[in-house]
């Protein structure tokens, strides 16, 4: 992993065995498909030896993690495995959750397990019946709310997020009144608006509410969000939260509120915080937290650590521009899937603009090396370059 990394997003699903109307996943990533466990703890355990507090579940449907597997177990089994495999393990992090997915003994653990963080992000996408019918879901707006209430009585300061679609084709504007309203009854406090609808899919069949709508819909959607946002936030103000620090100044408290941090805060680590003003106005405007901007690795990372030939000092192309070898000592040149495994972790790694340069190398370098272990030794990075 690249030092200083806060958390692990760890994959253990991927594709859905749904049709929900608006949705293009099923056509692009194929039928669910769930990691078994040991793999599951094998990549944890490197994360935990690597020295990180935090690991995220990711799946596209998360919540029918297992299914495909040998006696069908359910993602409270996954989790529990990795409580009881790993009891250093300060957070474990679910990301978004289908309600009527949701297993008993994973309804326990969110509820009572100090250890899965107090954060729910629901895979709502409306609180109107009639919507969620036509989107092909599978839950309605009571089973939200009584999912909510229940883990609400067993965890009283856990909070919700939910993924809300504005202008669902056919939605009216009292479809549109009960969207506000449960967000309201619900109390949530990040959400996702989209605007539909993708083309190819059964929604984009439909009678479509105009765009100008939509825009405004959306907007009155994101405004109700921050006005549950606000309150939430001014509660957790004089308390003291146990925040797992990140490389941009900031931190996450278990319920998922952002919190600044002091200047020189070791990014990985655990401070307790105890906030004393909303510095944010609402969940978007984020800026006002006065973060370093970020950058991103360039897309082909393998300049950072490819060798430039000894004559003739170019390396584009991993070929010898002075035809005296037949190509540049590119170590990974013969290793196409290594090179890809490689592109895959860092091409989303973000460092902060300020950082040092010898410590991106070095960053890059120990994850190139940890990759590599198994059949070469650790690469010199020799160049590196960020697209700005
Ligand atoms: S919205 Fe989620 S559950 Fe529905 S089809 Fe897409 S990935 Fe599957």
């Known amino acids: 992993m690249i030092s200083g ?44 030896d690597a020295g990180v507090h935090e690991a995220v579940l990711t799946g596209v449907d998360l919540t029918s993690w297992g299914a495909d597997l040998p006696g069908a177990p359910m993602l409270g089994e996954l989790v529990a495995a990795i409580l009881t495999s790993f009891p250093g393990l300060e957070r474990l992090r679910l990301s978004s959750l289908d309600g009527v997915e949701i297993d008993p003994l994973l309804l326990d653990l969110i509820g009572g397990e100090r250890r899965v963080m107090p954060y729910l992000h629901l895979s709502l996408q409306s609180g109107d019946d009639l919507t969620l019918k036509r989107m092909k879901r599978r839950h309605s707006r009571r089973d939200a709310i009584a999912l909510v209430e229940s883990l609400r009585a067993r965890r009283p300061g856990i909070a919700v997020g939910a993924d809300i679609i504005a202008g669902f084709p056919t939605e009216d504007e009292a479809a549109h009144g009960r969207n506000l309203s449960i967000i309201r009854e619900l109390g949530i406090v990040t959400a996702i608006s989209s605007l539909l609808a993708r ?61 600044q941090l002091e200047p020189g805060t070791m990014p990985g680590s655990i401070v307790t915080i105890t906030p004393t003003r909303i510095i944010e106005e609402c969940w978007h405007e984020r800026r006002k937290l006065d973060r370093p901007v ?8 393998g300049a950072a650590f ?49 950082a040092d340069e010898a410590a991106i190398k070095e960053a890059v370098a120990e994850e190139i090396a940890a990759i590599l272990r198994p059949v070469a030794k650790p690469l010199e990075v020799v160049a590196f370059r960020a697209r700005r």
């Open 5 to 48: 990394h806060t958390r692990a997003f760890v994959a253990v699903q991927n594709g859905c065995d749904h049709a929900c109307t608006f949705c293009v996943i099923p056509q692009g990533r194929g039928p669910s498909r769930s990691r078994p466990i040991p793999e599951v703890l094998a990549e944890i355990a490197g994360h935990h």
């Open 199 to 259: 083309p190819g899919t059964p929604a984009a069949r439909m009678p479509q509410v105009d765009v100008a709508a939509i825009k405004a819909r959306a907007a009155e959607l994101r405004v109700a969000v921050a006005k549950e946002r606000q309150s939430w936030l001014e509660a957790l103000i004089g308390q003291p939260l146990q925040v797992l620090a990140e490389r941009d100044g900031t931190g996450h408290s278990p319920e998922f509120a952002r919190v």
């Open 294 to 301: 970020v950058r991103r690795l360039p897309q082909d990372v």
């Open 306 to 354: 490819r060798k430039p030939c000894r004559h003739c000092r170019h390396d584009e192309a991993g070929r010898c521009a002075a035809r005296r070898s037949r190509r540049c000592a590119d170590p990974l040149g013969p290793r196409p899937r290594a090179a890809a495994r490689i592109r895959e972790r860092l091409a989303g790694t973000r460092f902060e603009r300020g």
